[in-house]
């Protein structure tokens, strides 16, 4: 089973706790092919959150936290689709927003070790490409 799942974490560069048992992926070597947010979606966060967002990725059944079904964030927040609260999410660097034991990745970090001289600035910008993917994604409520 962790044959299986590993490549699928090593794509996504990141840091993931899967089923008690620690695996720890290095940061992808190549960059990412596209950088637009459904792009970097699907790199990073379809593995988890499925491509639609909805937390039905092949490898969901595994975390021991279910990932959030990303569709639904406005629709929990009366609404309003809070895109600062996203950003802090996804970031995760933030440690008064980190809840213990949590599966999702600390991406702020993960985004700065790949590739080559990732500046703050790179950084910002896929999370933000992110932020604006998901709201793409808002169930119409
Ligand atoms: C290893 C699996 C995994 C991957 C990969 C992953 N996530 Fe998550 N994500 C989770 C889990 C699990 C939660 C729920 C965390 C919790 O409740 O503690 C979560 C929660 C979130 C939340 C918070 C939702 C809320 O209810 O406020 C956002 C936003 C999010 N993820 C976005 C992303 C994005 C964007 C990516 C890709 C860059 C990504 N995730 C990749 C597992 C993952």
Known sequence: ML??????????GATAFV???VLVATAPAASVS???GSGLFRSY??????????GDGP??????IAPADLTLLAKHNHGKFDA?????AIDGRDAQKLHGGSDMPV??????????????????????????????LQAQP
Do not use: Q
């Open 59 to 64: 490898i969901a059944a595994n975390l021991r």
């Open 45 to 54: 966060c379809a593995s988890c959150h499925g491509v639609s967002g909805k």
């Open 107 to 136: 991406w702020g970090d993960a985004f700065k070790r790949s590739g080559e001289g990732y500046s703050e600035a790179k950084v910002k910008e896929r999370i933000d490409a992110l932020v604006e993917h998901i709201e793409s």
């Open 19 to 21: 089923a008690g048992t």
């Open 3 to 12: 044959k299986m799942i590993r490549p699928v974490l090593w794509m996504a």
């Open 84 to 88: 600062e609260k996203v950003r802090a």
């Open 34 to 36: 596209t950088e637009s």
